[in-house]
């Protein structure tokens, strides 16, 4: 249940390369969608998708602390039923928790009746093991970042936001100098980063430790996704009204 096909995370590393490509320009064409924040600011935010992991999530949590930075955990509602006192830590640390779907299927390969009763199933898990009000749980990033037209219009009547992200290092596939290099060159104001928990290849604290002490410094100031969020409907007032 918690092996992943090398060639799906393969797909799902070159689909979200792809989509954020040029996220500043994605983010203007499709407003009723968060790629990124405020370009023009000195705001990054960080994201971890696939958790939570009995390993990773812990680990992560120690080098945020250190660091005194504020992330985001974007978790499948089947790895919270078996890790279920993770999302109190989470919570309880300050960070921010997401959904990226009750299992790791596309939206689009899901029955829209069935992919909403799961997804709020795991907002009501994130809810219950995080403390949370189940209301203010509202994004949600899909995985392999597939996301079509329809499917936004339906996230937002049923009262969620879709998220995607504007720099995605597929880690788990190059050695960690690598995909640190990439982050930390690439890195600017607005940008949400995208790493994964539970995957193969370097661990992913030992990942985020190595870029945060090259991007601590530059004066980036970590927002979670709400942050990022709130600035977003500032500028796109309106985007994610349901219609
Ligand atoms: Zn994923």
Redesign the pocket.
Known sequence: MHSMHPIVKLV?GYAATILSSAPLAAQRRTPAILWMGDPGSRELALSF??GPHPRDTPALLEVLARYEVQATF?W?GERVEAWPDLAARVVGAGHQLMI??YR?RSFLLEHPTELRAMLDRTRALLARHGGLDPERIRSV?P??GHLSGGLVRKLLAWGYRPVLGSLVPIHWLIPQTVAVRQVVQQARGGDLIVL?EALGGPPVAGLTDAMLARLAPRGFRFVSVEALWQAHDRVFPGATEPR
């Open positions: 799902e998708d696939d974007s499948l990226h779907g790791h990033r995985p392999f994964h």
